[in-house]
C-alpha cells in the first residue's frame, strides 16, 4: 500500500508520462501523412515509403507506444508502492 | 484486507476451450468445402455456414450464466488481456470496420487511412488516459462513473440520455451491415435476417448478461478475424508466394501504381475540408492507390483521424470492457493487444483491396479481351460488379464495385471454392454480432443501472437487478432491430456519426473528470450538453448543405464546445467537495481494492447490521 506522502510525486510522475507517451505519438501522427506523398518516391520492402509510414509505419508506433506505456507505468507504480498486491 | 490479484481469477482452461471452438469452426468449413466438391446443393452450404457459427455463439453464450451480479454486469472481472484486447479491437468498429472499411480502401485507397489511424490512436490514449483509472473505480456502465465522480444525479441521468444516441446509431449501423451479410448467405430479404440477428444477440445475452457476451463476443472475434485473414493469406500465397498479405503486398502495389499511372486514373487534389467518402453503392475507383489527399483533403484527413479517436477512446461500449480485467496492469497490456488486433485487421483490410485493384488491373491490361475472365462475369452475376461493356478499349475505370461487396468478392476473383465467400460472409456477420452486442449490452446496463434505478446509488436486490438487466437487454435488440429496419442509412456514415458524438459528449468529461481535480459537476453538465448539442447541431446542418463540414466532421466543433463548457462551467462554480478529491485521488493510484466493489461491500455491511 501507498504511503499518503508519495501521492503527490506519484502522480506527477504519472503525469509526466502521460505527456511523454501521447504528444510525441499525436505529433507523428498529425504530420507523417501529411508529408505522404513526397515519402511516396522512396520505397521499402516494395512499398511505397509514404503509404508504408501512414499504414504500417503507424500501427508499430502505436503498439510501441502502448508497450512501452505500459512497460514504464508499470516501473513508476513500483517505485512509489503505488501497484497492485499480488 | 482485500486485495485484487492479477491472476487469481483467470480460468486456465480458457485457450482449451477456445481452441476447441476454432476446430469446431475449423471442421465445419472443411467439411462444408468436402460437400461442396461432392455437388450438395448451394442453399444448404450456405444457410450451414450462416447458422452453424451462430450455434455456436449462442452455446457460447447459454453455457456461462450468471448467478452474481458482478457476473452478469462485469464478466466477474476475470478476462484476462489478451481476450479483452480481441473484443476491444473487434467491437471498436465491428463488421462496418472490416467491410466497409475495405471497400473505402479499394475505392479511395490512402485516404481510407484517416479512419485506420484514428482508431488506433483511440486505443493508444485510451490506454494512456482513461482506461486504467475506470478500471480501479470499477462501475459497470460510464454514467455510473460519472454520477459518483461528481456526486450528483442530474450528471449521472444527462450522460445515460446522450450516451442512448451514438449507442443507438452503432446497434443500427452494425445489425444493418451484418444483416446485408446473412441476406446475400441465404438469399432471403433484410428484414427477416434482422430479426434472425436480434434473435442470435437476445439468446446469447441474455442467461449470463456480460459474462455470456465476453465470452461469446470472444468466439465471434476469433471467427471474424480467421475469416478475413485465411481467404487473404491463401490469395496471397498464390500470387506473392508467401502468407503474409498484410506485408508481402508491397512489389505488387508499386506496380500497380505504374499501371494506375498509364491507364490514366485520375489524380485530383482535395481542398482542404472535402470529405468524400464513397457511400453505398457502385462506384469505380476514384483516384491512384497511394496518392494522399484526392478524395478526402489534407485539413479533413486530420479532423476525421482526431474525431474517430477521441470516439474510439470514449466510446461507453467499450469502456465497461476494460473494468472487466483482473487488474489495473491487465487493462493497460488489454489496450495494447486491441492495438495489435486493429491494426492486423485493417492492414489485411487494405491488403484485400490491392489484391482487388491488382486483378481487375491484369484484366484491363489485355486490352479488350474478347471474353472477359470467369470470376469477371460470376462477379457481375452475383451483383458485385457493373461494367460499360461498351467501352473500347476497357479501361479501369469502366469497372464499378459495390463499396460493400470488395471483400466478398476476394475469394471469387481468385477462383477459390464458394465456401470461402460464405466463410468471409459468415465473418462479417461474427463481426456485426460483437459490435452490436456490445452496445445492446452497454445499453441495456446503462438502462437497469442508470435509469430505472438512476436515483439511488444503492442497487436493487439482486434478483430484481438482473431480471430487470434482461428484460432490458431484450428490450434494446428489439429496438435497435426496429431501428435498423425503419431507417436503412449507410453503416458507415452512422458510425462516424456515433464516433463523433460520442467523441464531442463524452471525451472532454471523462478525460478532466480524471486528470483535473478542480472539476464539478455543474462542470461535467454543461460539458456532456454542450459538446452533444453542438455536434448533433453541426451534424445536422453539414447533412443539410447549410455549413461546408460533412457530418462525420462535426468532432472538430463538437469536442471543443465539449471542453470548454466544462472548463467554464467548473470554474465559475463553487470547487468539487472533499469526498470528490478523496474520490479523485484514489484512482488515480492502481493499487488497493476496486473503489466500486468496496462500496458496494460496506453497504451491504450496513444493510445486515440494519436488518
Given at each position: 500500500?501507498?504511503?499518503r506522502k508519495?501521492?503527490?510525486p506519484?502522480?506527477?510522475?504519472?503525469?509526466?508520462?502521460?505527456?511523454?507517451?501521447?504528444?510525441?505519438?499525436?505529433?507523428?501522427i498529425?504530420?507523417?501523412?501529411?508529408?505522404?506523398?513526397?515519402?511516396?518516391?522512396a520505397k521499402f520492402?516494395?512499398?511505397?515509403?509514404?503509404?508504408?509510414?501512414?499504414?504500417?509505419?503507424?500501427?508499430?508506433?502505436?503498439?510501441?507506444?502502448?508497450?512501452?506505456?505500459?512497460?514504464?507505468?508499470?516501473?513508476?507504480?513500483?517505485?512509489h508502492?503505488?501497484?497492485?498486491?499480488? | 484486507?482485500?486485495?485484487?490479484?492479477?491472476?487469481?481469477?483467470?480460468?486456465?482452461r480458457?485457450?482449451?476451450?477456445?481452441?476447441?471452438?476454432?476446430?469446431?469452426?475449423?471442421?465445419?468449413?472443411?467439411?462444408?468445402?468436402?460437400?461442396?466438391q461432392?455437388?450438395?446443393?448451394?442453399i444448404?452450404?450456405?444457410?450451414?455456414?450462416?447458422?452453424g457459427?451462430?450455434?455456436?455463439?449462442?452455446?457460447?453464450?447459454?453455457?456461462?450464466?450468471?448467478?452474481?451480479?458482478?457476473d452478469?454486469?462485469?464478466?466477474?472481472?476475470?478476462?484476462?488481456?489478451?481476450?479483452?484486447g480481441l473484443g476491444?479491437?473487434?467491437?471498436?468498429?465491428?463488421?462496418?470496420?472490416?467491410v466497409?472499411?475495405?471497400?473505402?480502401?479499394?475505392l479511395?485507397?490512402?485516404?481510407?487511412?484517416?479512419?485506420?489511424?484514428?482508431?488506433?490512436?483511440?486505443?493508444?490514449?485510451?490506454?494512456?488516459?482513461?482506461?486504467?483509472?475506470?478500471?480501479?473505480?470499477?462501475a459497470?456502465?460510464?454514467?455510473?462513473?460519472?454520477?459518483?465522480?461528481?456526486?450528483s444525479?442530474?450528471?449521472?441521468?444527462l450522460?445515460?440520455?446522450?450516451?442512448?444516441?451514438?449507442?443507438?446509431?452503432?446497434?443500427?449501423?452494425?445489425?444493418?451491415?451484418?444483416?446485408?451479410?446473412?441476406?446475400?448467405?441465404?438469399?432471403?430479404?433484410?428484414g427477416?435476417?434482422?430479426?434472425?440477428?436480434?434473435?442470435?444477440?437476445?439468446?446469447?445475452?441474455?442467461?449470463?448478461?456480460?459474462?455470456?457476451?465476453?465470452?461469446?463476443?470472444?468466439?465471434?472475434?476469433?471467427?471474424?478475424?480467421?475469416?478475413?485473414?485465411?481467404?487473404?493469406?491463401?490469395?496471397?500465397?498464390?500470387?506473392?508466394?508467401?502468407?503474409?498479405?498484410?506485408?508481402?503486398?508491397?512489389?505488387?502495389?508499386?506496380?500497380?501504381?505504374?499501371?494506375?499511372?498509364?491507364?490514366?486514373?485520375?489524380?485530383?487534389?482535395?481542398?482542404?475540408?472535402?470529405?468524400?467518402?464513397?457511400?453505398?453503392?457502385?462506384?469505380?475507383?476514384?483516384?491512384?492507390?497511394t496518392?494522399?489527399?484526392?478524395?478526402?483533403?489534407?485539413?479533413?484527413?486530420?479532423i476525421a483521424?482526431?474525431?474517430?479517436?477521441?470516439?474510439v477512446?470514449a466510446?461507453?461500449?467499450?469502456?465497461?470492457?476494460?473494468?472487466?480485467?483482473?487488474?489495473?496492469?491487465?487493462?493497460?497490456?488489454s489496450?495494447?493487444?486491441?492495438?495489435?488486433?486493429?491494426?492486423l485487421?485493417?492492414?489485411?483490410?487494405?491488403?484485400?483491396?490491392?489484391?482487388?485493384?491488382?486483378?481487375?488491373?491484369?484484366?484491363?491490361?489485355?486490352?479488350?479481351?474478347?471474353?472477359?475472365?470467369?470470376?469477371?462475369?460470376?462477379?457481375?452475376?452475383?451483383?458485385?460488379?457493373?461494367?460499360?461493356?461498351t467501352?473500347s478499349?476497357?479501361?479501369?475505370?469502366?469497372?464499378?464495385?459495390?463499396?460493400?461487396?470488395?471483400?466478398?468478392?476476394?475469394?471469387?476473383a481468385?477462383?477459390?471454392?464458394?465456401?470461402?465467400?460464405?466463410?468471409?460472409?459468415?465473418?462479417?456477420?461474427?463481426?456485426?454480432?460483437v459490435?452490436?452486442?456490445?452496445?445492446?449490452?452497454?445499453?441495456?446496463?446503462v438502462?437497469?443501472?442508470?435509469?430505472?434505478?438512476?436515483?439511488?446509488?444503492?442497487?436493487?436486490?439482486?434478483?430484481?437487478?438482473?431480471?430487470?438487466?434482461?428484460?432490458?437487454?431484450?428490450?434494446?435488440?428489439?429496438?435497435?432491430?426496429?431501428f435498423?429496419?425503419?431507417?436503412?442509412?449507410?453503416?458507415?456514415?452512422?458510425?462516424?456519426?456515433c464516433?463523433?458524438?460520442?467523441?464531442?459528449?463524452?471525451f472532454?468529461?471523462?478525460?478532466?473528470?480524471?486528470?483535473?481535480?478542480?472539476?464539478?459537476?455543474?462542470?461535467?453538465?454543461?460539458?456532456?450538453?454542450?459538446?452533444?448539442t453542438?455536434?448533433v447541431?453541426?451534424?445536422?446542418?453539414?447533412?443539410?448543405?447549410?455549413?461546408?463540414?460533412?457530418?462525420?466532421?462535426?468532432?472538430?466543433?463538437?469536442?471543443?464546445?465539449?471542453?470548454?463548457?466544462?472548463?467554464?462551467?467548473?470554474?465559475a462554480?463553487?470547487?468539487?467537495?472533499?469526498?470528490?478529491?478523496?474520490?479523485?485521488?484514489?484512482?488515480?493510484?492502481?493499487?488497493?481494492?476496486?473503489?466500486?466493489?468496496?462500496?458496494?461491500?460496506?453497504?451491504?455491511l450496513?444493510?445486515?447490521?440494519?436488518?
Amino acid at each position: 500500500m501507498m504511503e499518503r506522502k508519495e501521492r503527490k510525486p506519484y502522480w506527477r510522475h504519472t503525469k509526466w508520462q502521460m505527456l511523454a507517451s501521447v504528444v510525441p505519438f499525436l505529433v507523428l501522427i498529425i504530420v507523417l501523412p501529411l508529408y505522404a506523398s513526397s515519402l511516396n518516391g522512396a520505397k521499402f520492402l516494395g512499398f511505397p515509403l509514404g503509404y508504408f509510414l501512414s499504414a504500417h509505419g503507424i500501427a508499430l508506433i502505436a503498439i510501441f507506444t502502448v508497450a512501452s506505456f505500459v512497460n514504464r507505468q508499470d516501473a513508476i507504480d513500483h517505485w512509489h508502492g503505488a501497484h497492485e498486491d499480488n | 484486507m482485500i486485495t485484487t490479484s492479477r491472476t487469481r481469477f483467470v480460468n486456465p482452461r480458457l485457450g482449451a476451450y477456445f481452441g476447441i471452438f476454432v476446430s469446431l469452426l475449423t471442421g465445419l468449413v472443411l467439411l462444408l468445402m468436402i460437400f461442396e466438391q461432392l455437388g450438395t446443393s448451394e442453399i444448404v452450404l450456405r444457410w450451414a455456414m450462416l447458422l452453424g457459427p451462430l450455434v455456436l455463439y449462442c452455446a457460447i453464450g447459454l453455457s456461462v450464466p450468471s448467478r452474481e451480479a458482478l457476473d452478469f454486469f462485469a464478466s466477474g472481472r476475470r478476462v484476462p488481456a489478451g481476450y479483452t484486447g480481441l473484443g476491444l479491437a473487434s467491437a471498436a468498429m465491428g463488421a462496418t470496420g472490416i467491410v466497409a472499411m475495405t471497400g473505402t480502401f479499394f475505392l479511395i485507397g490512402f485516404d481510407a487511412l484517416c479512419l485506420v489511424i484514428g482508431g488506433l490512436a483511440g486505443f493508444v490514449i485510451m490506454a494512456v488516459m482513461l482506461a486504467p483509472f475506470l478500471r480501479k473505480f470499477g462501475a459497470f456502465t460510464v454514467p455510473s462513473y460519472l454520477g459518483r465522480r461528481f456526486e450528483s444525479k442530474p450528471v449521472r441521468i444527462l450522460a445515460a440520455a446522450l450516451i442512448a444516441v451514438p449507442l443507438l446509431l452503432l446497434l443500427a449501423a452494425e445489425l444493418g451491415m451484418g444483416a446485408s451479410a446473412a441476406a446475400w448467405l441465404s438469399g432471403q430479404p433484410r428484414g427477416p435476417m434482422v430479426l434472425l440477428l436480434v434473435v442470435a444477440m437476445v439468446v446469447t445475452v441474455v442467461v449470463g448478461g456480460m459474462r455470456s457476451f465476453n465470452w461469446s463476443s470472444s468466439g465471434q472475434a476469433i471467427a471474424s478475424l480467421l475469416a478475413l485473414i485465411v481467404p487473404v493469406a491463401i490469395v496471397a500465397v498464390m500470387v506473392t508466394n508467401f502468407p503474409l498479405p498484410q506485408l508481402t503486398h508491397g512489389p505488387l502495389l508499386r506496380q500497380l501504381v505504374y499501371n494506375e499511372a498509364s491507364q490514366g486514373v485520375p489524380v485530383v487534389p482535395a481542398s482542404q475540408l472535402d470529405f468524400m467518402l464513397p457511400g453505398e453503392g457502385f462506384a469505380s475507383v476514384a483516384k491512384r492507390f497511394t496518392a494522399p489527399f484526392g478524395s478526402v483533403g489534407p485539413l479533413a484527413f486530420v479532423i476525421a483521424m482526431l474525431t474517430v479517436m477521441t470516439g474510439v477512446a470514449a466510446s461507453p461500449w467499450l469502456l465497461p470492457r476494460v473494468t472487466m480485467t483482473p487488474g489495473v496492469y491487465e487493462t493497460r497490456k488489454s489496450l495494447g493487444w486491441a492495438t495489435v488486433f486493429f491494426g492486423l485487421t485493417m492492414l489485411t483490410a487494405a491488403s484485400v483491396s490491392v489484391f482487388m485493384r491488382d486483378f481487375i488491373m491484369d484484366v484491363v491490361k489485355e486490352g479488350s479481351p474478347a471474353r472477359l475472365p470467369d470470376w469477371m462475369q460470376e462477379l457481375v452475376r452475383l451483383g458485385f460488379m457493373q461494367f460499360d461493356a461498351t467501352a473500347s478499349p476497357l479501361i479501369f475505370m469502366s469497372f464499378k464495385l459495390a463499396r460493400d461487396t470488395v471483400l466478398l468478392s476476394l475469394p471469387v476473383a481468385a477462383g477459390l471454392p464458394n465456401v470461402f465467400a460464405y466463410l468471409a460472409a459468415a465473418g462479417i456477420v461474427a463481426a456485426a454480432l460483437v459490435a452490436a452486442t456490445a452496445a445492446t449490452v452497454a445499453l441495456a446496463n446503462v438502462l437497469t443501472e442508470d435509469v430505472i434505478n438512476g436515483l439511488s446509488w444503492e442497487p436493487m436486490p439482486k434478483g430484481a437487478r438482473m431480471l430487470v438487466g434482461r428484460i432490458a437487454i431484450a428490450g434494446v435488440a428489439l429496438l435497435g432491430g426496429a431501428f435498423t429496419l425503419l431507417a436503412p442509412t449507410d453503416p458507415l456514415r452512422l458510425l462516424l456519426w456515433c464516433f463523433a458524438i460520442t467523441g464531442s459528449t463524452l471525451f472532454p468529461v471523462l478525460v478532466l473528470s480524471i486528470w483535473w481535480k478542480r472539476m464539478n459537476a455543474f462542470g461535467a453538465l454543461a460539458g456532456l450538453a454542450c459538446g452533444f448539442t453542438v455536434a448533433v447541431l453541426t451534424i445536422l446542418a453539414g447533412e443539410a448543405h447549410v455549413i461546408g463540414l460533412a457530418g462525420a466532421l462535426a468532432g472538430i466543433v463538437g469536442l471543443p464546445a465539449g471542453a470548454l463548457g466544462a472548463l467554464l462551467a467548473s470554474l465559475a462554480t463553487p470547487g468539487p467537495t472533499r469526498s470528490m478529491l478523496e474520490l479523485v485521488r484514489e484512482i488515480r493510484i492502481p493499487g488497493g481494492e476496486v473503489v466500486y466493489d468496496r462500496e458496494m461491500r460496506l453497504m451491504r455491511l450496513k444493510n445486515r447490521e440494519r436488518g
